[in-house]
């Protein structure tokens, strides 16, 4: 029989009620900064660890521009014999430009990565005919796809970070293969996939809301009964996949958009949900027009399992900042990527 005394008993509670209070107070350190995206009242606010917010500003650090070239003399098309995007540059302003992609998306292999030798004007590497539709593409995004990078823009380092191939992108995902029989869909779901957040979400919600014909984000009916609104709850739960996605992208909360008393309601949204409505068009618009169908160019060691190009989603630019390089702009420093030449 254990016998114990009123000091022990007494000792013993303080102790597992400072337990329990040091377990309830300190599952994050530091506290959490709360800042208000919303009206007063309406809970639309954002939790930042300061802490891991440090790391994020450590991953968000721009390159030094390079010293800017005349704009003046020759055109590179006049004096180059293969430039067909860049022809309205200066010999200068295309030198500096190479030197800077070069940087951007290949500094271990250098000029060689997209030439063959001293022969610049040869296309035989793949690298440097799919280059030439990226340039094409970071034009068309800087000047026609303001409405959701601004002024700010992108360059090549937006998406590939020093890297030959973009280290967050998404390729078609049909899931692991499965027996026949009553077990023979699981619908796209139930496999707690890290691009949902480890829930049980469907895994692959860029094929059907990224790609080539979109499926419907929006679900909820805007009546009071069900209405002319035939959306399921399966549905739905493919709207909430996609959703779990664009929080990680930009390491923000659900309420850094929504006012989550009413998710469909653009009233009392927050105005950055319109600039994610038209990130959604802009993502669509360069999978279907310029990443899609490079897949007949790009080996098939750098295409997905099912042998399609590697995608854009909101993680390829965002990288779990709530706007790409915390806001930098890189592109104010290199206007020559801004438009497409004349
Ligand atoms: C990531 C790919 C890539 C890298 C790396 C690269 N280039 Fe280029 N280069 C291109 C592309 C694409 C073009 C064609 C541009 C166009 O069509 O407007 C080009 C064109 C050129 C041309 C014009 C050749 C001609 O006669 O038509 C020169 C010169 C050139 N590059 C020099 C360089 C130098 C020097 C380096 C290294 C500092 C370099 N490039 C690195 C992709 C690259
Ligand atoms: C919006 C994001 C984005 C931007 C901006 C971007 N790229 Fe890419 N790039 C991609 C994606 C996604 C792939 C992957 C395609 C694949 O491998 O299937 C890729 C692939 C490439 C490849 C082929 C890599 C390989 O070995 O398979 C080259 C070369 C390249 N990009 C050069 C550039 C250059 C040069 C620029 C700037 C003029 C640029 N990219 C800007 C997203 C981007
Ligand atoms: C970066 C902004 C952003 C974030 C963060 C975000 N959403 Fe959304 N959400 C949108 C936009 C934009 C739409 C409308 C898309 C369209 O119409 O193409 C939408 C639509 C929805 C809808 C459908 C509403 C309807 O009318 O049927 C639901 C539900 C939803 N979001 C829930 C969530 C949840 C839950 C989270 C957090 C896990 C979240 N959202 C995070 C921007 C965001
Ligand atoms: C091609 C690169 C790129 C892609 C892909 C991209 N974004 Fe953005 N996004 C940007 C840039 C650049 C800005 C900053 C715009 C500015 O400074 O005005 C931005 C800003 C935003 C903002 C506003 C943030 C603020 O604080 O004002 C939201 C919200 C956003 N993006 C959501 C998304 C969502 C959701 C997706 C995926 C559907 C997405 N983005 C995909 C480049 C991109």
């Not at 055109?75 to 860049?86: D, E, F, I, K």
């Not at 094929?207 to 679900?219: E, G, H, K, M």
């Not at 399921?232 to 992208?249: C, D, N, P, R, V």
Request: proline content about 8%; overall charge positive.
């Amino acid at each position: 029989m254990i016998r114990l005394n009123l000091g022990t008993t007494i000792g013993l509670g303080v102790a597992v009620l400072a337990g329990l209070g040091v377990a309830l107070t300190t599952f994050e350190r530091p506290r959490p900064l709360a800042v208000q995206q919303g009206f007063r009242g309406t809970g639309m606010d954002q939790l930042y660890n300061p802490r891991l917010f440090d790391a994020v500003a450590a991953a968000n650090v721009v390159p030094t521009p390079l010293p800017a070239a005349p704009a003046t003399g020759p055109r590179a098309g006049q004096v180059y014999r293969n430039v067909q995007v860049l022809g309205h540059l200066s010999v200068g302003e295309l030198a500096r430009t190479m030197v800077a992609m070069t940087a951007w998306v290949a500094p271990q292999q250098g000029c060689n990565y997209c030439h063959v030798g001293a022969n610049f004007a040869d296309d035989s590497l793949y690298t440097k005919v799919v280059s030439r539709r990226m340039l094409q593409m970071v034009m068309h995004i800087n000047s026609e796809q303001q409405a959701h990078v601004g002024a700010t823009g992108v360059t090549c380092y937006t998406c590939h970070r020093g890297q030959p191939v973009p280290a967050n992108t998404w390729s078609e995902n049909p899931g692991p293969m499965r027996a026949a029989g009553f077990s023979a869909s699981n619908a796209g779901q139930n496999l707690a996939d890290p691009v949902v957040g480890g829930t049980s979400l469907p895994f692959d919600p860029f094929s059907a809301f990224l790609n080539t014909a979109p499926a419907d984000i929006r679900v909820q009916g805007q009546a009071p009964l069900a209405g002319g609104n035939s959306h399921s709850i399966k549905q739905t739960e493919w709207t909430y996949g996609l959703m779990m996605h664009f929080s990680q992208a930009l390491g923000v909360n659900c309420t850094f958009c929504h006012n989550s008393r009413s998710f469909s309601s653009w009233e009392e949204s927050n105005p950055r949900r319109g600039i994610a409505w038209h990130g959604i068009r802009m993502v669509r618009d360069l999978n279907v027009n310029y990443v899609g169908p490079l897949q007949s160019v790009i080996p098939a060691a750098h295409r997905g399992p099912g042998g399609d190009a590697l995608k854009v989603n909101c993680t390829t630019c965002h990288q779990g900042a709530y706007r790409p390089l915390l806001g930098a702009s890189m592109l104010q420093d290199y206007p020559q990527l801004a438009r497409p030449g004349p």
